[in-house]
């Protein structure tokens, strides 16, 4: 099992900047995939960035040079850094990680873009 916490969430202003983070714990070898999707209201969750084990980095079109997805291997973490946001960019942002062919979500933290 892998337990995934969240953080780093809240209320932003259009063009401000917001970093998440999310820890991984338990059974956390062998994990292969990382990545951070996002759900906004009445919508379907969708991939925001993702990062393999061997390092390469995945965007959506809607973050590409406004994102930056990255991981600490020893601290089993991965962060996501958004700026420029957007209040499209509003909504519940998820942790996901793959180990052994098993997927895990995190809880998820709010992401708040607003005047």
């Known amino acids: 099992q892998v337990q995934l916490v969240e953080s780093g969430g809240g209320l932003v202003q259009p063009g401000g900047s917001l970093g998440l983070s999310c820890a991984a714990s338990g059974s956390i070898f062998d994990i292969t995939y990382m990545g951070w999707y996002r759900q906004a209201p009445g919508k379907q969750r969708e ?59 995190g809880k998820g933290t709010l992401v708040t873009v607003s005047s």
């Open 47 to 105: 991939l925001v960035a993702d990062i393999l084990s061997g390092g390469s980095r995945n965007y959506a079109d809607f973050v590409k040079g406004r994102c930056t997805i990255s991981r600490d291997m020893v601290k089993n973490t991965v962060f996501l850094q958004m700026s420029s946001l957007k209040p499209e960019d509003t909504a519940v942002y998820y942790c996901n990680v793959v180990r052994l062919g098993v997927t895990y979500w």
